[in-house]
Nanobody, 115 residues
Framework: QVQFVESGGGLVQPGGSLRLSCQAS????????MGWYRQAPGKERELVAS????????TYRDSVKGRFTILRENAKNAVYLQMNSLKPEDTAVYYC????????WGQGTQVTVSS
């Protein structure tokens, strides 16, 4: 059974940083493109960033370019999202998942950017 467990969220002031982690299990992690997604209240879930199976960042949402970095460690079945210069509009629940497989969503991790 494929599972994703996200962690690392929290409350941070504008301009602050957070590093999200996602632990995957039940799959050959190194074979898949992975993505970080987010869903803000009242909005649809959106792709924030994706990374190739070998660790090359593939896409970033325009609104996070230059501020967020996606990374992965295949040996640990983990993918990360380093978020810097956070803005209130980054407030959302963040999820990770394979980008081209309709996996069930994990519980996500809440990121709140507020003063």
């Amino acid at each position: 059974q494929v599972q994703f467990v996200e962690s690392g969220g929290g409350l941070v002031q504008p301009g602050g940083s957070l590093r999200l982690s996602c632990q995957a299990s039940g799959m050959q992690f190194s074979a898949y493109i992975m993505g970080w997604y987010r869903q803000a209240p009242g909005k649809e879930r959106e792709l924030v960033a994706s990374i190739s199976s070998s660790g090359r960042p593939m896409t970033y949402r325009d609104s996070v370019k230059g501020r967020f970095t996606i990374l992965r460690e295949n040996a640990k079945n983990a993918v990360y999202l380093q978020m810097n210069s956070l803005k209130p509009e980054d407030t959302a629940v963040y999820y990770c998942r394979r980008t081209n497989v309709p996996d069930a969503w994990g519980q996500g991790t809440q990121v709140t950017v507020s003063s």
